[in-house]
């Protein structure tokens, strides 16, 4: 993977998509969500840890919130996935070197 992009502020780097299936209203949800997610865990935790779950949780619950349906969500540095989803509600994307999988299944 290359060198992720600094944002434009010199904060969290950009997010890198490497797989969408959804309307571009909730790539912005899902990629605000998670940015807002990953800041607050960087400045509770001071950059030294993620704590993946809670960033994973937190973003499920904005998606459950917005939109109807059972959503998933995996957080993480390291991990491998082969997921049945709903037809246009999937996005796989890094902010620097965590990655997000968020899709919809029943």
């Known amino acids: 993977m290359t060198e992720a992009k600094k ?3 010199g904060g969290i780097p950009e997010p890198n998509v490497l797989h969408i299936e959804m309307n571009q209203e909730m790539k912005v949800f899902a990629i605000k969500s998670a940015t807002n997610s990953y800041t607050t865990m960087l400045s509770t ?3 030294i840890s993620l704590p993946y779950k809670d960033l994973a949780k937190s973003i499920k619950a904005a998606f459950d919130n917005e939109y109807p ?3 998933h969500v995996v957080v993480g540095k390291s991990f491998g996935s082969f997921v049945t989803n709903e ?3 999937i996005i796989y ?4 070197s965590v990655g997000f999988l968020i899709f919809k299944h029943g």
């Open 69 to 71: 349906g059972s959503w």
């Open 7 to 9: 944002s434009e502020d």
């Open 93 to 96: 994307f890094f902010i620097g």
């Open 87 to 89: 037809v246009g509600c």
């Open 45 to 47: 935790t001071g950059g």
